[in-house]
C-alpha cells in the first residue's frame, strides 16, 4: 500500500492515458466499418504516390544531396545544446570559472551561428529546386489535358480540371520545399537525441522510451482519420471551383432568368460543405498535436519524478547516479525528442493533404488519349483538300449511332454543304474530319490517306474551322487573329481582314488591332466574332475550310458581309458547310440531306429542288416564312 501512494503520480498518469488509448481505438474501430462517399473514390497507395513523385525529384538528386549535408550540420545543435547547457549547469553548481563559462557560452553560440546559416542555406536550396519541380507538374497535366478528345473534355467539368493546374501542383511543391527534408531531419533527430540519452543515463530514456508505443498507436490511428479529410476537403474544393467556373460564366442567363437567389443557395451550400470539411480537418489535427503535447508533458513529470525522488534521497536509480546537470540536460533532451514528433505530426498532415493533391493529379495524367498517332502516322507537309467516307459508322454512346454507314466523297476545292434536322449528324461529320473523335467502323480518308494514318497535330494544321459560337481569348485582335501564327506583319494581318469584310470595324475601333479583347470577346458583337473567326482562318491559308452555323446568329446586313466573304474564301480550297438557312448554301457544288444519320439526298441545289424530295420541302417551307417575316 506505501508503494502504491509513493507511486500515485505515475498511477495517475498510466491511468489517463490508457484512457485516451481506448476512446481512440473505439473511433478508429467506428471509422473502419463506416461507408462514406469519399472511400468509394480511387485509392492509390502512399508507397506509389511517393514512387511516382520522386520520378520529378530525380533530375534535381544533386540539390537534394546538397541539402542533405548542410541538414546534418544543422542538426549539430539540437545534439550538442542539451550538453553545453548541462554542462555549464555543472560549472555554475561547482567551482564557477567565468573562463571556461566564457568558452562553453562562445561554443554554444557558434553553434548557433552555424546552425542558422545552415537553415538558411536548406530554405532556398529547396525553394529554388520546388519551383522547378512545381513548373513541371503543372506543364505535364496542362500538356495532357491538351491531348485529351473532345468526348474526354466534355466529361470533365472545367473547374476540376482547374484545380489540377493550379491548386493541387501547391500542395506537392510544398512537399518537396518542407516536408520531405523536415522529415528526414526530426527523424535523424529523433534517433540522434535517442542516442545522447542513452549514453547521458540509459534508466531515465527507459522511462521516456515507456511513452513511444502510445505515441505511434495514436499516430496511426491519425493517420487513418488525416488521409480521410484532407481527401473530403479535396472534393469540397474541387466541386466549388467546378460551381464557380460554370455559373460565373453563365452568369447573364442566371440574371435573365432571375435565378440569383437559387443559385446563390446552391453555392451557400457547397461553401458549407467546404466549411464542415475544412472544420472536420482542424479538429482531427487538434485532437492529435494536443496528445502528442500530452505525452511529452508526463514524460517530464516522470523524469521529475523520479529524478527528484532519487537526488533528494541520495539514491541511485536503476544503479545510475542523477545530478541536476543531467535533470537539464535530459529535460533539453526530451524536449528534443518530442518536439520533432509534434513537428512530424504537422508534417505528416500536410504530407496527407499533399497525398490527396498528388492523387488527384495522377487521376488525370493516367487517363489514357483516346484519340492518340499511331506508331506509322506521317506527316503531311501539304494537302489538295480530297475528303472520302466510306461506310462510316460511329456513336458518342455504346449502340446509340448516330453515323450509320454514311459515304460520301468531296472533291479538292468543292464546296459541300450538310443540311438536315438537329441531331441528324452534321457536326458530327465535321468533328470526325478533324479526328476529334475516333470512329467505330468504316474509313475515312484524306487525299486518299486513312486520316488514322496521318499525326494528329499534321492533319488539323490544314484545316481552318469557323463555328457558330465564336471563341475568342483575353488579349487583343491582332493576337487572337494570329494565335498560333509568328512572324506576320501588320500589313498581312490587313490584307485578311479586308479579304472577309472585317476592316470596316476594326477601322473604326480607337486602337484598332490593338483593341483590347475582353474574356470570350464579349465586347463585340456575334458578327463582328465571326468576321474575326473568318480573318483568323484566312490568314492560316488552310486547304480545307469547315463552317458550323457560322451565319446562324447575325443580323441579315452583317449576313450580306459574309456571305460575301464566303464568296471569296471558296477559291481558297475544299469548303465544308452546315447550315439551317438553306438560302446560304444555294451555290454549293453538292448539297447533302442527313436524316438520322443516313444520306437520304444528295447533289446541286437545282438538282435537288428538281427531285421534289425532302429537300423541295424544306426549302419551300424556308422560302414561304422568309416571305411571311418580309410581309
Known amino acids: 500500500m506505501t508503494a502504491m501512494r509513493e507511486y500515485l503520480p505515475i498511477w495517475i498518469v498510466g491511468a489517463i492515458i490508457g484512457a485516451f488509448t481506448i476512446v481512440f481505438l473505439l473511433a ?43 541538414m546534418l550540420c544543422s542538426i549539430l545543435y539540437d545534439l550538442m545544446s542539451p550538453l553545453l547547457v548541462g554542462r555549464i549547469q555543472g560549472l555554475i553548481k561547482d567551482e564557477f570559472a567565468l ?72 500542395a506537392i511543391s510544398y512537399m518537396f520545399t518542407n516536408i520531405l527534408v523536415t522529415l528526414a531531419k526530426n527523424t535523424m533527430v529523433i534517433v540522434g537525441v535517442l542516442g545522447a540519452m542513452l549514453m547521458l543515463n540509459y534508466a531515465l530514456t527507459l522511462v521516456v522510451l515507456c511513452f513511444v508505443p502510445f505515441l505511434v498507436l495514436f499516430t496511426i490511428i491519425f493517420r487513418k482519420f488525416s488521409r480521410r479529410v484532407h481527401r473530403q476537403v479535396n472534393n469540397a474544393t474541387t466541386d466549388i471551383n467546378t460551381y464557380l467556373s460554370e455559373n460565373l460564366s453563365g452568369m447573364k442567363i442566371i440574371q435573365i432568368f432571375n435565378q440569383e437567389d437559387r443559385k446563390l443557395d446552391d453555392f451557400l451550400a457547397r461553401s458549407r460543405a467546404l466549411k464542415k470539411a475544412k472544420f472536420n480537418r482542424m479538429f482531427v489535427f487538434g485532437i492529435f498535436r494536443p496528445i502528442v503535447y500530452m505525452l511529452f508533458i508526463s514524460s517530464n513529470l516522470c523524469l521529475f519524478y523520479f529524478g527528484a525522488k532519487g ?16 535533470l537539464v540536460s535530459f529535460y533539453m533532451y526530451i524536449s528534443r525528442f518530442f518536439n520533432p514528433i509534434q513537428t512530424l505530426a504537422e508534417q505528416f498532415d500536410m504530407l496527407q493533404r499533399s497525398f490527396a493533391a498528388a492523387e488527384k493529379i495522377f487521376t488525370i495524367l493516367d487517363m489514357e ?44 476545292r468543292q464546296t459541300v454543304a450538310f443540311v438536315g434536322a438537329t441531331g441528324s449528324g452534321k457536326t458530327t461529320i465535321l468533328g470526325l474530319i478533324c479526328r476529334n473523335y475516333e470512329i467505330q467502323k468504316g474509313q475515312i480518308l484524306i487525299d486518299g490517306i486513312d486520316i488514322r494514318k496521318i499525326k494528329i497535330s499534321s492533319l488539323r494544321r490544314h484545316f481552318g474551322q469557323m463555328l457558330q459560337d465564336v471563341f475568342l481569348f483575353s488579349g487583343d485582335i491582332r493576337s487572337n487573329i494570329l494565335l498560333r501564327k509568328e512572324h506576320v506583319s501588320d500589313e498581312e494581318v490587313w490584307e485578311a481582314c479586308r479579304y472577309v469584310n472585317a476592316d470596316a470595324f476594326i477601322k473604326k475601333l480607337p486602337n484598332g488591332l490593338s483593341e483590347a479583347v475582353r474574356e470570350r470577346g464579349n465586347n463585340f458583337s456575334a458578327g463582328q466574332r465571326q468576321l474575326l473567326s473568318f480573318a483568323r482562318t484566312i490568314i492560316h491559308k488552310p486547304a480545307v475550310m469547315i463552317l458550323d452555323e457560322a451565319t446562324a446568329n447575325i443580323d441579315t446586313e452583317t449576313e450580306l458581309l459574309i456571305q460575301d466573304s464566303l464568296e471569296k474564301m471558296k477559291n481558297i480550297g475544299t469548303m465544308l458547310i452546315v447550315a439551317h438557312r438553306l438560302s446560304t448554301i444555294q451555290h454549293a457544288d453538292n448539297i447533302i440531306l442527313l436524316s438520322h444519320g443516313e444520306i437520304v439526298e444528295q447533289g446541286s441545289h437545282a438538282q435537288l429542288l428538281g427531285q421534289k424530295g425532302r429537300y423541295y420541302g424544306l426549302y419551300t417551307l424556308q422560302y414561304h416564312r422568309q416571305q411571311l417575316e418580309r410581309n
Not at 40 to 58: N, S
Not at 140 to 149: A, K, R, Y
Open 369 to 412: 488519349p483516346e484519340v492518340v498517332d499511331t506508331p506509322e502516322a506521317i506527316e503531311l507537309p501539304s494537302l489538295r483538300g480530297e475528303i472520302e467516307f466510306r461506310d462510316v459508322w460511329f456513336c458518342y454512346k455504346p449502340g446509340e449511332w448516330v453515323l450509320k454507314g454514311v459515304s460520301f466523297h468531296v472533291a479538292p
Open 311 to 326: 537526488y533528494i534521497k541520495d539514491i541511485r536509480f536503476f544503479g545510475q547516479v542523477i545530478d541536476s546537470s543531467v
Open 99 to 170: 573562463k571556461e563559462l566564457y568558452g562553453m557560452v562562445g561554443v554554444y553560440a557558434g553553434i548557433l551561428v552555424v546552425s542558422l546559416v545552415c537553415t538558411y542555406l536548406q530554405a532556398i536550396i529547396l525553394q529554388k529546386t520546388g519551383q522547378k519541380i512545381l513548373s513541371q507538374i503543372r506543364l505535364d497535366v496542362f500538356t495532357h489535358i491538351e491531348g485529351l478528345s473532345h468526348d474526354q473534355l466534355n466529361n470533365i467539368p472545367v473547374g476540376k480540371l482547374v484545380t489540377r493546374v493550379a491548386n493541387d501542383p501547391n
Open 28 to 70: 478508429y474501430g467506428a471509422l473502419c466499418k463506416s461507408k462514406d462517399v469519399s472511400d468509394q473514390e480511387r485509392h492509390m497507395p502512399d508507397g506509389e504516390i511517393i514512387r511516382r513523385l520522386m520520378q520529378y525529384a530525380k533530375p534535381y538528386w544533386k540539390s537534394f544531396v546538397l541539402v542533405f549535408f548542410v
